[in-house]
């Protein structure tokens, strides 16, 4: 059975070492890439299951690398980064990725996040899904067999945590969630990450499927509380 590619693209050459050796004795097939521009050709061009990416990086930067893969791949994005302003964080997750580590990290973390995220997307996406298996609301069409998105039949483009947490709040309408509810639910990992990247999924969803995200139709904040999918 092969194992597993994950490509990362890290200019600390140390860290990179580091974060290899530990996925490696995890049985993961790994790749380094030291700088952006060659980071971001071979995330496009190889066949990975995951990337591991850092932010500051010579030549293209890690916001950008982040929004050309997610623009046309659908593989986990983790970012892993000296910057730990909330700002960068938001806009990292805004761009499609998956998870935000802070260095300095625990690279037994960074495994475990691995794992998660991998485990969650290949259940996600394997051959399990029932055929013709559709969530229809108000014209909102969700094809959870084919993982794709209409709004009144055109088809808008989401990553793979958008699309979870739409598909499970339309599974559960006039169901108020936390945020922490939703995170445990979605990201599945309950003491590991930042709820904010809850709102952040949601702002951008509402971006896709509401006619005006500032009075959501679908996504209902209940102040103080969370979401919930109005029906």
């Known amino acids: 059975m092969s194992r597993s590619k994950i490509l990362i693209v890290e200019?600390?050459?140390?860290?990179?070492?580091?974060?290899?050796?530990?996925?490696e004795l995890s049985d993961f097939d790994v790749h380094i890439e030291t700088n952006g521009d060659d980071g971001l050709?071979?995330?496009?061009?190889?066949?990975?299951?995951?990337v591991i990416l850092d932010l500051m990086l010579p030549g293209t930067d890690g916001f950008d690398i982040c929004k050309e893969i997610r623009d046309s791949k659908d593989v986990p994005i983790i970012i892993v980064?000296?910057?730990k302003d909330d700002i960068d964080k938001i806009r990292g997750l805004g761009l499609g990725a998956d998870d935000y580590l802070t260095k300095p990290f625990s690279p037994s973390e960074l495994v475990a996040r691995v794992k998660a995220h991998m485990a969650r997307y290949e259940r996600l996406v394997g051959s399990g899904t029932k055929a013709n298996d559709i969530v229809e609301i108000r014209g909102l069409k969700i094809d959870k067999t084919?993982?794709?998105?209409?709004?009144?039949?055109?088809?808008?483009?989401?990553?793979?945590?958008?699309?979870d947490l739409l598909t499970f709040l339309a599974e559960n309408p006039?169901?108020?969630?936390?945020?922490?509810?939703?995170?445990r639910k979605i990201w599945g990992m309950e003491s590991i990450g930042d709820i904010a990247t809850v709102t952040v999924h949601i702002k951008k969803i509402r971006e896709k499927v509401e006619a005006d995200s500032s009075n959501p139709q679908?996504?209902?904040?209940?102040?103080g509380v969370g979401y919930r999918f109005k029906i």
């Open 218 to 223: 679908y996504i209902e904040t209940i102040w």
């Open 81 to 83: 980064s000296a910057k």
């Open 174 to 183: 006039n169901h108020v969630f936390t945020k922490d509810e939703l995170f």
């Open 41 to 50: 050709r071979e995330a496009l061009d190889g066949d990975y299951a995951l």
């Open 11 to 23: 200019d600390e050459q140390e860290i990179a070492d580091l974060e290899k050796d530990y996925l």
């Open 146 to 163: 084919a993982r794709r998105v209409y709004i009144n039949g055109e088809e808008k483009n989401f990553t793979t945590k958008e699309f």
